[in-house]
């Protein structure tokens, strides 16, 4: 079954970088869109980026266009979240999606889901 497992979540200042991973499993990749999501406590679950199975074409959040950006290599099963310049509102868990398509979607309409990683980004 196809597995997704996030990594590089953690604590950062304000102004910072960090630089998610998600690894995944159990079907053929580079066939399949990608997705990051974040959910803050209190709030519902929001849109932060996507990209289409061969990652020639990606799309952004509007809080995040500008300091994240979403990549992606087939030959390691691995997308990943480059966050820049980070801000106390970035904080929440990030998660990673697997949609059964070649492109992306903003809504949660994806079909396998990551646990989870936390970012906490202090002032």
């Known amino acids: 079954q196809v597995q997704l497992v996030e990594s590089g979540g953690g604590l950062v200042q304000a102004g910072g970088s960090l630089r998610l991973s998600c690894a995944a499993s159990?079907?053929?990749?580079?066939?399949?869109?990608m997705g990051w999501f974040r959910q803050a406590p209190g709030k519902e679950r929001e849109f932060v980026a996507g990209i289409s199975y061969s990652g020639s074409r990606a799309y952004y959040g509007d809080s995040v266009k500008g300091r994240f950006t979403i990549s992606r290599d087939n030959a390691k099963n691995t997308v990943y979240l480059q966050m820049n310049t980070l801000k106390p509102e970035d904080t929440a868990v990030y998660y990673c999606a697997q949609r059964n398509a070649f492109y992306p979607t903003t809504t949660s309409d994806y079909n396998y889901w990551g646990q989870g990683t936390q970012v906490t980004v202090s002032s």
């Open positions: 159990g079907r053929t990749f580079s066939d399949y869109a």
